[in-house]
């Protein structure tokens, strides 16, 4: 692996930028086009999902308000396209890959769109291009999945093209730290690789310089792993002040006025969506090669995927004090998506936990007045209740407060679990 080092200047580069091609249109694709394309840049949207490219035209998908002003103008003018045709990549100057990388029911690494994304960069590849890798993945991704096939075809790496590693810091629904706000660390695979990619990313934000494409990708695995850990405590903590009999968010509140050494993180029910619980998998999954031990790391992804079937068992006991259990009571999960503000369901411990309510015997329906309808991970498909509050529950579990809406008819459901621990308190009101 090379050895990292922090390059404080960037090398000199042409000025002006001709045209970007963006490999994957999801949440961090389109985005960057966007960004991309309000800087002057000639973008081509390239990704093989014809109802993604639909969706776009017709602006039915989920952005940032002011991305969606910018969806708008972009669609209207030259210089902004759509395609689902791969070899248009070829005629780009910079080629950024911006597609998925889940991980599987057995928690491994799902590498197939990555893998078949850069086959086709390598394969469409042609001297002059800058090529970046936005996806979060495993230490080594860019230089397996890139650099070693380009060389293979006889390219010279900082001669003929440019390679780099600039992992996305994309936070969807965030509208505090936009994608201009939060800068970018980009590691090429010579100085030359990283001051061609950092002309890039420059036109989206500010950009750190690492030394090596690994130490970008490293980086990116600390940062949400440094995440999925103090969410652990989090929720552990939460769960020691239950029994004291403490209010957590208090607790935490207070912690929170130290101006040193303390970072507010909040417990919830579960951990969702693109990034928490994936990316700490793609370092366990690597360092398994190595037999390199993550104890604390590997405790913390085991207590996140272990937290929604604690909140049910929570659920149970709260049914129970009331006399009730979970068989033939009415339970109401409301707010679906993994964080407030965003319709994306991937990975949201709702699905889990509706899933588990319904083994159970729970007759379960859930409200959200952004996610209409969903599919849970047992295949069974379900739509969101229209009127909430002219239904009798036997339990109401706060999941996902989506911003304004209504939510005051929750004060007159006799039992309510709060597992966000930040929802407005009523008198009949538990945390979970």
Excluded at 59 to 70: F, G
Excluded at 314 to 320: A, D, Q
Excluded at 399 to 426: G, K, M, N
Aim: proline content about 6%.
């Amino acid at each position: 692996m090379p050895h990292s080092r922090t390059i404080e200047k960037a090398l000199p580069v042409p000025s002006e930028l001709g045209s970007v091609a963006i490999v994957g249109m999801g949440y961090v694709g389109l985005p960057t086009a966007l960004g991309l394309h309000a800087a002057g840049v000639h973008v081509v949207g390239i990704d093989r999902d014809a109802d993604r490219l639909r969706a776009i035209e017709a602006r039915s998908v989920d952005l940032i308000d002011s991305d969606h002003r910018q969806l708008a103008r972009s669609l209207g003018q030259d210089g902004f396209e759509l395609t689902a045709d791969a070899a248009r990549m070829a005629d780009a100057d910079v080629v950024i890959v911006c597609v998925p990388t889940p991980v599987d029911r057995h928690l491994l690494p799902d590498l197939r769109a990555l893998q078949g994304a850069c086959d086709e960069v390598v394969r469409h590849a042609r001297a002059g291009q800058t090529l970046i890798l936005t996806s979060t993945s495993f230490v080594g991704t860019t230089t397996r999945m890139l650099v070693e096939p380009l060389m293979d075809r006889g390219f010279t790496l900082g001669g003929d093209i440019f390679v780099a590693s600039s992992p996305e810091r994309i936070d969807p629904g965030n509208t505090t730290h936009t994608q201009r706000d939060t800068p970018r660390v980009v590691g090429g695979v010579t100085p030359e690789c990283a001051a061609m990619a950092a002309r890039v990313i420059d036109l989206l934000s500010a950009t750190h310089q690492v030394g090596s494409p690994e130490v970008a990708e490293m980086t990116k695995l600390y940062e949400n792993t440094f995440r999925a850990v103090n969410i652990a405590l989090a929720n552990e903590f939460a769960d020691i002040c239950a029994g004291f009999a403490m209010d957590p968010m208090e607790v935490i509140a207070a912690a929170a006025t130290k101006p040193y050494g303390f970072m507010a993180f909040h417990p919830g029910p579960g951990v969702g969506g693109h990034c928490i619980p994936c990316d700490p998998h793609y370092l366990l999954w690597q360092l398994r090669e190595t037999r390199t031990a993550a104890p604390l790391v590997s405790e913390a992804m085991t207590a996140i995927a272990e937290r929604p079937r604690g909140v049910v068992d929570r659920m149970l006991g709260v049914l129970s004090d009331a006399g009730k259990g979970f068989a033939g009571s009415s339970v109401l999960v409301v707010g679906v998506s993994y964080k407030p503000g965003v319709l994306d369901v991937r990975s949201s411990s709702a699905l889990e936990i509706i899933d588990e309510l319904t083994r159970r015997g729970a007759k379960v329906e859930y409200y959200d007045p952004l996610v209409t309808r969903l599919t849970l991970p047992s295949g069974v498909s379900m739509d969101s209740t229209m009127e909430p509050a002219e239904q009798d529950w036997d339990l109401v579990l706060i999941h996902t407060v989506q911003p304004e809406h209504d939510y005051s008819w929750i004060a007159d459901v006799p039992l309510v679990l709060d597992a966000t621990y930040r929802f407005a308190p009523t008198a009949a009101g538990h945390s979970a």
